[in-house]
T-cell receptor, first 110, second 113 residues
Framework: RKEVEQDPGPFNVPEGATVAFNCTYS??????FFWYRQDCRKEPKLLMS???SGNEDGRFTAQLNRASQYISLLIRDSKLSDSATYLC???????????FGAGTTVTVRA | DTAVSQTPKYLVTQMGNDKSIKCEQN?????MYWYKQDSKKFLKIMFS???????INETVPNRFSPKSPDKAHLNLHINSLELGDSAVYFC????????????FGPGTRLTVT
């Protein structure tokens, strides 16, 4: 079983719509959670960290559900520039490495 | 100024050749990484160095050898290239080990023919 699993999508949404997707992780001891964004043929960049109580950054909201071992990302009022692949990233407390999901592709259309 | 830079950006070579990819960061970070992203877009850690010391060495063929001459540089040498080595290789750096944001270089797209 992969450490981090994501629905690959693609999620095709019109501008202004809300889109949400989840990521599940296998190790209940996982402690740190992030969403990275990767544009086509570009490098990944940190979008936001995910905190236990959930957090917002502008139009982006991240939630953590430890009981069910998933994190979610919600994008409100989608913009064309939100089109990208969103990578779920998880870290174990005793491990120096980050585990990346394969990504969820979002395409926002005009 | 580019924070994490890699050279070359593209590399096309034949099976059996030896090649190197170079990475430099000017962020003053202590920790650097090499990742491989295959055609399925899965980003997998290969190596990590903290202040020139190897701290992560995943199950990678020993044809791959990282070298960190100083904490700002992490190079990757690949011997006897195989078709399956074709991928995008990303270098990254972070302030330290563990739970820190990682900054990625632009990637090196390696094609082995």
């Amino acid at each position: 079983r992969k450490e981090v699993e994501q629905d690959p999508g693609p999620f095709n949404v019109p501008e202004g719509a809300t889109v949400a997707f989840n990521c599940t992780y296998s190790n209940s001891a996982s402690q740190s959670f992030f969403w990275y964004r990767q544009d086509c043929r570009k490098e990944p960049k940190l979008l936001m960290s995910v905190y236990s109580s959930g957090n917002e950054d502008g139009r982006f909201t991240a939630q953590l559900n430890r009981a069910s071992q998933y994190i979610s990302l919600l994008i409100r009022d989608s913009k064309l520039s939100d089109s990208a692949t969103y990578l779920c990233v998880v870290n174990l407390p005793w491990d120096y490495k980050l585990s990346f999901g394969a990504g969820t592709t979002v395409t926002v259309r005009a | 100024d580019t924070a994490v830079s890699q050279t070359p950006k593209y590399l096309v070579t034949q099976m059996g050749n030896d090649k190197s990819i170079k990475c430099e960061q000017n962020l003053g970070h202590d920790t650097m990484y090499w990742y491989k992203q295959d055609s399925k877009k899965f980003l997998k850690i290969m190596f990590s160095y903290n202040n020139k010391e190897l701290i992560i060495n995943e199950t990678v063929p020993n044809r791959f050898s990282p070298k960190s001459p100083d904490k700002a540089h992490l190079n990757l040498h690949i011997n006897s290239l195989e078709l399956g080595d074709s991928a995008v290789y990303f270098c990254a750096s972070s302030l330290g080990q563990g739970n820190y944001e990682q900054y990625f270089g632009p990637g090196t797209r390696l094609t082995v023919t």
